[in-house]
């Protein structure tokens, strides 16, 4: 039996919605620094691919139909972006609260990923967090998510409700959580560093203590971030392994 033009043409499009959207918000993918030709032959391919397997629940085609689900997927797939992409601004943000301890707070350079003004150490951070972020292969987690969240969740039956919005808050309200975390280990010994530049400063105010503690603070936040680096890839795993939770549990709802 023949498959008429406009389903075929309607049935590749749900699907290219779909993941053109997870592709624009996700991480790595959807960075600037990437050519748009790129991104949208990346969209074609594994939509050609993904094509002869994904049915697509559209009983009706209607106008209102086929307006539902096109913004139904592209809801969909921002939201699975925007759970992966919270990890990232996690490390932004812990960038920008280490820069301001260590004096670099107006030091900027521009950002590859989002070309826009950036803090020094948050610009570091971002770096390090995305070759950890390939070593990981966390791009191939990302591609097999959308392609299983189309098993979960078929084109055409795609549902929202307040259960999602919450959803999405709590995954945001992680992001400063992480960012805190990461955080943690220079704010804390540059606070230290800090009370024992005051209490040596009344002890002895003969002392430049209040000249040395720049370049101080600056060597053991050094030293301290570069002990936590360490750290890092197993942090940032489980991290990831939690966003991706989140966007699961947003399919099931959505279903």
Same mark, same amino acid.
């Given at each position: 039996m023949a498959v008429p033009v406009e389903t075929m043409i309607l049935r590749g499009a749900a699907i290219g919605m779909r993941i053109s959207a997870a592709i624009l918000f996700m991480p790595?993918?959807?960075? &600037?620094?990437?050519?748009?030709?790129i991104k949208a032959l990346l969209v074609l391919v594994v939509t050609a691919t993904l094509y002869p397997v994904i049915p697509v629940a559209l009983q009706r085609i209607t106008p209102f139909a086929i307006a539902r689900m096109?913004?139904?997927?592209? =809801?969909?797939?921002?939201?699975?972006?925007?759970?992966?992409?919270?990890?990232?601004?996690?490390v932004q943000m812990a960038g920008q609260i280490t820069g301001f301890q260590l004096s670099f707070s107006l030091v900027n350079v521009i950002d590859?990923?989002?070309?826009?003004?950036?803090? =020094?150490l948050a610009n570091l951070h971002q770096l390090c967090m995305l070759m950890i972020f390939l070593q990981l292969n966390v791009h191939h987690w990302m591609l097999r998510a959308v392609a299983q969240s189309f098993e979960r969740v078929p084109p055409g039956s795609v549902t929202f409700g307040a259960e999602q919005v919450r959803l999405l808050?709590?995954?945001?309200?992680?992001?400063?959580?992480?960012?805190?975390?990461? !955080? &943690?280990? =220079?704010v804390l010994a540059t606070m230290v560093l800090d009370v024992t530049v005051g209490f040596v400063s009344k002890a002895a105010p003969q002392l430049p203590a209040l000249f040395l503690s720049v370049p101080l603070k600056s060597l053991l936040g050094y030293i301290v971030? !570069?002990?936590?680096?360490?750290? @890092?890839?197993?942090?940032?795993?489980?991290?990831? &392994?939690?966003?991706?939770? @989140?966007? @699961?549990?947003?399919?099931?709802?959505?279903?």
């Open positions: 790595f993918f959807g960075s &600037a620094a990437i050519p748009r030709q096109a913004l139904s997927e592209i =809801v969909l797939g921002l939201i699975m972006g925007l759970c992966l992409q919270f990890v990232f601004e996690a590859p990923q989002t070309n826009v003004d950036t803090p =020094v808050f709590h995954a945001a309200g992680s992001m400063f959580t992480a960012g805190l975390q990461l !955080a &943690a280990p =220079v971030l !570069a002990l936590a680096l360490g750290l @890092w890839p197993t942090f940032f795993e489980n991290q990831f &392994a939690h966003a991706l939770g @989140w966007s @699961w549990r947003m399919l099931d709802f959505a279903s």
